[in-house]
């Protein structure tokens, strides 16, 4: 497998992780169930790190798939710029959840309060990577890039 293969493999992990933990997050805010707000919680830590091999193959599978045939240098860099932002907010978003946890873990009278600001990071986050992740199928998916043609007729 070259990095292509492994960066596809991991890319939709820190997606659907920031929008898990954000769900978890929000179940357990609005029905103050402490458990599923630390499910939350951890689900936002946990998909910090299985984003990083994402981060980490990119740059690879990008020299593999760069000269390919209708392979854009601008969609692989918008791709590019669009997945750091949206994993560097992720980060930000599980510092915020470790912080939620070790607040709730000593009982702070804030936690709840760090935890729906960690919430609108997952939300953040979850957009800004699911775009990335749009972007990143537009290099060899020109289906799905803007302009392609639909039907007239469904």
Same mark, same amino acid.
């Given at each position: ?18 929008? !898990?933990? /954000?769900? %978890?997050?929000?179940?357990? *805010?609005?029905?103050? #169930?402490?458990?599923?707000? @630390? $499910?939350?919680?951890? &689900? ?47 980060? !930000?978003? /599980?510092? %915020?959840?470790?912080?939620? *946890?070790?607040?709730? #873990?000593?009982?702070?009278? @804030? $936690?709840?309060?760090? &935890? ?39």
């Amino acid at each position: 497998m070259n990095q292509a293969h492994w960066h596809l493999l991991f890319n939709h992990a820190p997606i659907f992780g920031a929008l !898990a933990g /954000g769900l %978890l997050l929000a179940a357990g *805010l609005g029905q103050r #169930q402490v458990a599923v707000l @630390r $499910a939350g919680l951890w &689900a936002l830590v946990l998909a910090v790190g299985v984003g990083l091999p994402a981060q980490l193959t990119g740059a690879g599978a990008a020299l593999v798939i760069k000269d390919m045939p209708r392979v854009s240098q601008a969609l692989i860099q918008n791709h590019a710029h669009a997945a750091r932002l949206g994993y560097w907010v992720l980060v !930000a978003t /599980g510092t %915020l959840a470790l912080l939620s *946890l070790a607040m709730l #873990q000593q009982g702070a009278p @804030r $936690a709840r309060q760090l &935890a729906w600001a960690t919430l609108l990071g997952a939300a953040l986050s979850f957009g800004l990577l699911a775009r990335a992740g749009n972007l990143g199928g537009q290099i060899s998916h020109p289906e799905i890039r803007a302009g392609f043609g639909t039907p007239d007729e469904l």
